[in-house]
């Protein structure tokens, strides 16, 4: 019964779900299929996509990005974008054929912000009996709400169903193991300070609560964009990003993956941009120094 759960954190390079899909659906046929993980109510962008798992709305909710640094408390749930609704905003999940692995589902937890005047979630599967969770509570805090299910394929749906504003982080799809989920959380044009728009005892209680047993952190390919000047103050970020991933009681594991390669013209040659070099060397000296897995 057991699950291993990874969360990956990353740029461009992980948007659409490429890398991420290729280490989920690798482990899981290898170790088990436990399910898709974490996907947001709506996208962020039009390139965060993920394989498996079919989506379809989420146009209507209002919403907030972690790199535009657009909420002052620093709650953005796990996968970096909140949303909210006072009533009407609808996203639907469904199980997808497209892959050998995530066809299957037997559980939904919905990630959400309880609050005084919160309103109501109307959760439906299958097109079955609506299930309302009310998002209201005395004191504001961030709660979860779980929802079992026979494991097959299933269709799921979330809307904002009145009484109060509702502010949701996400959903998890999950299956009861043995198997490996693998987290994609695409943030699309992050430079690695971004994450530090997370306050950081919220992000500390998402990791925690996720129960991740090994953290992945895939940044640097919009950091090549800083000057030179800013490379101690870029290795104190990454240093400091690291460790709020990991700032449990018993830190899960870590792996920092270095940015892939970038192509600049000089003359009539293309070169390697002489930043990625850079980068890559205080990524893999912060690693060791965290007791992070370098690749």
């Not at 759960?5 to 290729?22: E, F, K, L, P």
């Not at 290898?30 to 989506?55: E, M, P």
């Not at 502010?167 to 987290?183: A, H, K, S, T």
């Not at 980068?279 to 060791?288: D, G, L, P, S, Y």
Request: glycine content about 12%; proline content about 4%.
């Amino acid at each position: 019964g057991a699950v291993t759960r990874a969360v990956q954190w990353g740029d461009s390079a992980i948007a659409a779900d490429h890398v991420t899909s290729t280490l989920r659906a690798k482990l899981q046929q290898r170790f088990g299929d436990a399910g898709h993980g974490f996907h947001l109510l709506a996208k962020a962008n039009t390139s965060y996509i993920h394989k498996g798992v079919s989506f379809k709305g989420g146009e209507d909710w209002s919403r907030c990005y972690i790199i535009n640094n657009c909420k002052g408390d620093g709650l953005y749930g796990l996968g970096g974008t909140t949303v909210w609704s006072a009533g009407g905003a609808t996203s639907r999940f469904e199980t997808s054929d497209s892959t050998p692995n995530g066809r299957k589902a037997s559980k939904l937890e919905l990630w959400y912000r309880a609050e005084p005047k919160g309103g109501d979630v109307r959760v439906r599967v299958d097109k079955g009996e609506p299930i309302i969770v009310s998002t209201a509570a005395e004191t504001a805090a961030d709660a979860w709400h779980t929802i079992d299910v026979p494991d097959d394929a299933h269709e799921f749906e979330v809307r904002a169903a009145g009484g109060g504003k509702v502010r949701l982080y996400g959903v998890v799809i999950e299956r009861d193991g043995p198997g490996v989920v693998w987290d994609g959380m695409e943030q699309l044009g992050a430079f690695t300070s971004r994450m530090l728009n997370f306050e950081p005892t919220h992000l500390r209680d998402q990791v925690a609560h996720r129960g991740a047993q090994l953290v992945v952190l895939m940044f640097g390919g919009n950091d090549l964009l800083l000057p030179e000047h800013r490379l101690d103050g870029y290795r104190n970020d990454f240093r400091t990003v690291l460790q709020r991933l990991r700032a449990q009681d018993r830190p899960p594991a870590c792996l920092v993956i270095s940015p892939v390669d970038h192509g600049i013209r000089e003359a009539q040659r293309i070169i390697s941009n002489p930043m990625v070099a850079k980068i890559t060397a205080i990524q893999r000296e912060v690693a060791v120094e965290e007791g992070c897995a370098f690749f």
